[in-house]
């Protein structure tokens, strides 16, 4: 029950914010809704099964441009667009996922890794359909989804609250659920999980189809919500920010996606306001907290005060 | 029950076992005893499906286990407890267990009868494993095998490196369990030991099946012991 009290109190919190915010935090707390959804995707295969990708930036971008590119191309509305963008991180993370899980440790990182570097050349190359590394801007009349305008400020706020709640919401039932509980065994020892009876190949599919998803609807709502559509969203950082925001917040948390998003967001936001060598302030926090917080900061919340949160 | 007809397995081209042949009965101890490397873990490790075989056929009743992916053979009734307990080292001692019972959705009664075999677990259920003494993570071990209600139980040295009152705390374990009716694959080192808990003792040399024979005929026969696992 306090499990839950501490998850709905989050989403009650940024609700709340809604109404005071000031416009630019408003503006970058959405985004940081929205990227920390991602992150969620992320750590269900990366903190709970043990699956380091290196090529989630495919889902994600997947997500994007099966939204964008129905808009664009297909004349779709927003609801069908996002939902082609949803098909598409699905079908693709499945793809991958039954080629890559054949594969372990560090081939499985390599793996998921060209995949991903193959999508962002295939954007690059398809340039004709995805305007390559300009990208494109998904226009005001086509980022209305039921008649509500999701390019003014406070409906994209409460849209990618929702996003992140829903996300939010299915991580924490996952993670609780026997499916979860197996998730972590496999995390802990793969082989001695097969010997008691289950089908890990079938649980590391499903993983990795659902992470892959919620990377894509990530994708897709950040497209919608933003309305740009572009390359560097594939490229490789893309696919190293989720880990970056996973290993700060905490690995195997429930929360910690969503304060290291949130911190990484506002560590960087900051950093940049002081010095032009932002990205080595940037490094040096970095360094302090991985010293000191080696777990992350939910970890180290879970290791010294709340045993149980999830 | 468990029945192993002429098998040979390996890892790639290194072969392991040669045309092994065993049985285990119902409410029976079998006991493997050999030098290192003479292919006791891998003939576990054949069972369960870890090791592909190269020939042969393994079977559990009418069952042929050979067939199954691994993942099926303990839903097939085998449980495998492996050296070195292998535990999930982050998750409580009730975690670990729901993870066995819930792999045959087995119910709350299991669990109790489970606990009941080893009342110190039931001490330590909100423990993480990787804090449990030697002893009371291989109690660990064995009772998440259990929550599986395998016929047949494999137990790869299962007292190595333990203490006495905890090496008889596993003992009387083994024993209820072959009152139980349940088939047991004993690897063991200890020779008092075999002679102590085993019905029978089947010798294994170079992964080939050597002499089968009660524990009372190995009493009267030492010297085969030091002819099978003496250095």
């Known amino acids: 029950m306090k499990v839950y009290a501490l998850h709905v109190g989050l989403l009650a919190l940024l609700l709340a914010l809604h109404f005071v915010l000031p416009a630019y935090h408003h503006g970058n707390l959405a985004r940081v809704m929205v990227l920390a959804s991602y992150a969620m995707g992320y750590n269900l295969m990366f903190g709970y099964t043990g699956l380091l990708s290196l090529g989630h930036a495919l889902f994600f971008a997947a997500g994007m441009y099966g939204m964008g590119l129905g808009v664009q191309h297909l004349g779709l509305s927003a609801a069908p667009a996002l939902i082609l963008g949803l098909v598409a991180g699905a079908v693709v993370s499945g793809v991958l996922a039954a080629l890559a899980l054949r594969t372990a440790g560090v081939a499985f990182m390599i793996v998921t890794l060209m995949f991903a570097q193959a999508g962002y050349l295939s954007v690059l190359y398809f340039g004709a359909l995805t305007r390559g590394d300009e990208g494109f801007v998904i226009q005001q009349a086509d980022r209305m989804l039921w008649g509500i305008d999701l390019s003014l400020e406070g409906n994209r706020y409460l849209a990618a609250l929702l996003l992140f709640g829903t996300c939010l919401m299915l991580c924490l039932w996952l993670v609780r659920s026997p499916f979860g509980r197996v998730l972590v065994a496999i995390r802990e020892n793969e082989e001695r999980v097969r010997m008691l009876g289950y ?14 998803t919620m990377a894509a609807a990530a994708g897709a709502s950040y497209g919608l919500l933003f309305g740009y559509v572009g390359a560097s969203f594939a490229s490789v950082q893309y696919s190293i920010f989720p880990l970056l925001w996973v290993l700060l917040g905490g690995a195997g948390t429930v929360l910690g996606p969503f304060i290291g998003t949130l911190f990484m967001f506002y560590l960087i936001d900051l950093s940049s306001g002081v010095t032009t060598a932002y990205m ?5 926090a970095l360094v302090v907290l991985t010293l000191f917080a080696p777990q992350g900061l939910m970890g180290e919340v879970r290791r010294r005060v709340w045993r149980g949160v999830p | 029950m468990l029945r192993l007809d002429r098998i040979s397995a390996g890892y790639g081209r290194a072969q392991v076992l040669r045309d092994l042949s065993l049985e285990v009965k119902p409410g029976e101890i079998l006991c493997l005893l050999g030098r290192n490397g003479a292919g006791k873990s891998t003939t576990m490790r054949a069972i369960m499906g870890l090791v592909p075989l190269v020939s042969g056929t393994i079977w559990l009743g009418d069952e042929r286990l050979s067939d199954l992916p691994a993942h099926e ?11 070195g307990r292998r535990l999930f080292a982050d998750l409580t001692v009730a975690q670990n ?8 959705q087995s119910g709350p009664e299991v669990r109790a009868e ?88 089947a010798f294994l040399e170079n992964g080939s099946g050597g002499a089968v024979m009660t524990a009372d005929d190995l009493r009267a026969n030492r010297s085969l012991v030091d002819r099978y696992v003496g250095v």
Not at chain 1, 199 to 212: E, Y
Not at chain 1, 280 to 284: D, R, S
Not at chain 2, 73 to 83: E, I, L, T
């Open chain 2, 114 to 201: 489970v606990l009941t075999r080893f009342p110190r677990l039931r001490e330590r259920l909100g423990q993480k494993a990787q804090t449990l003494s030697g002893g009371e993570q291989q109690m660990l071990a064995m009772a998440r095998a259990l929550c599986l209600r395998p016929q047949v139980l494999l137990l790869d040295e299962p007292t190595e490196g333990l203490q006495p009152s905890m090496i008889a705390a596993i003992r009387d374990v083994i024993v209820g369990l072959r009152e139980a009716g349940v088939a047991v694959l004993l690897v063991e080192q200890r020779v008092d030991a075999v002679l102590d808990l085993a019905d029978r003792v």
């Open chain 1, 280 to 284: 080595l302030l940037a490094g040096v």
């Open chain 2, 97 to 104: 267990l729901e993870i066995g019972l819930m792999a045959r």
């Open chain 1, 199 to 212: 089908d890990v190949f079938a649980h590391k599919f499903a993983v990795m189809v659902l992470s892959g």
């Open chain 2, 73 to 83: 053979v303990p839903r097939a009734g085998v449980g495998y407890v492996p050296q």
